[in-house]
T-cell receptor
Framework: RKEVEQDPGPFNVPEGATVAFNCTYS??????FFWYRQDCRKEPKLLMS???SGNEDGRFTAQLNRASQYISLLIRDSKLSDSATYLC??????????????FGKGTLLTVNP | EADIYQTPRYLVIGTGKKITLECSQT?????MYWYQQDPGMELHLIHY???????EKGDLSSESTVSRIRTEHFPLTLESARPSHTSQYLC?????????????FGQGTRLTVV
């Protein structure tokens, strides 16, 4: 089982749609969680951290379920500018208080007019 | 805005040449990473470092080598470039207290070996 698995995508949605991305992680020692966004031919950039209580930033909502080892990202009222690849990222203790970031493969979202 | 820099941004070089891709960060981050990414494909971790004099190989086997002599600097070297090394190389850093550090990426180096 891969350390971080995401919906394979791609997702094609109309403007204004609500879209949800799912991600599972295999290591129960994982400590922190993030969603990144990567535009075509650009570097990944942090979209939001994911907290145990869930968190919201405008149209974006992130949820974490530690028992199920599952992370989600919900985008409401999607815009053309939301078109990008969304990466699930997990920070895991690899021993000796050293933490390693593991990226999922990413899910491509295309929002159509 | 992240303070992590990669040079060069673009490099076209002949087969057999030795190359070094530079990566520097001014955030005092202890952890640094090198990823390789082909267009439209996933990120592959090729090297990482937890601090000075610490380097580890990543999940994807790579013929490149790295060094971490200073906290802020994490160069990647290819002794003899080949066309199969053509790719984008992304450097990242993260700071962590209690393991909660997100990664910041440089803008990447697009390497083409001809």
């Amino acid at each position: 089982r891969k350390e971080v698995e995401q919906d394979p995508g791609p997702f094609n949605v109309p403007e204004g749609a609500t879209v949800a991305f799912n991600c599972t992680y295999s290591n129960s020692a994982s400590q922190s969680f993030f969603w990144y966004r990567q535009d075509c031919r650009k570097e990944p950039k942090l979209l939001m951290s994911v907290y145990s209580s869930g968190n919201e930033d405008g149209r974006f909502t992130a949820q974490l379920n530690r028992a199920s080892q599952y992370i989600s990202l919900l985008i409401r009222d999607s815009k053309l500018s939301d078109s990008a690849t969304y990466l699930c990222v997990v920070n895991t203790d690899s021993g000796g208080s050293n933490y390693k970031l593991t990226f999922g493969k990413g899910t491509l979202l295309t929002v159509n007019p | 805005e992240a303070d992590i820099y990669q040079t060069p941004r673009y490099l076209v070089i002949g087969t057999g040449k030795k190359i070094t891709l530079e990566c520097s960060q001014t955030m005092g981050h202890d952890k640094m990473y090198w990823y390789q990414q082909d267009p439209g494909m996933e990120l592959h971790l090729i090297h990482y470092s937890y601090g000075v004099n610490s380097t580890e190989k990543g999940d994807l086997s790579s013929e490149s080598t790295v060094s971490r002599i200073r906290t802020e600097h994490f160069p990647l070297t290819l002794e003899s470039a080949r066309p199969s090394h053509t790719s984008q190389y992304l450097c990242a850093s993260s700071g962590s207290i209690m393991g909660l550090g997100e990664a910041f990426f440089g803008q990447g180096t697009r390497l083409t070996v001809v």
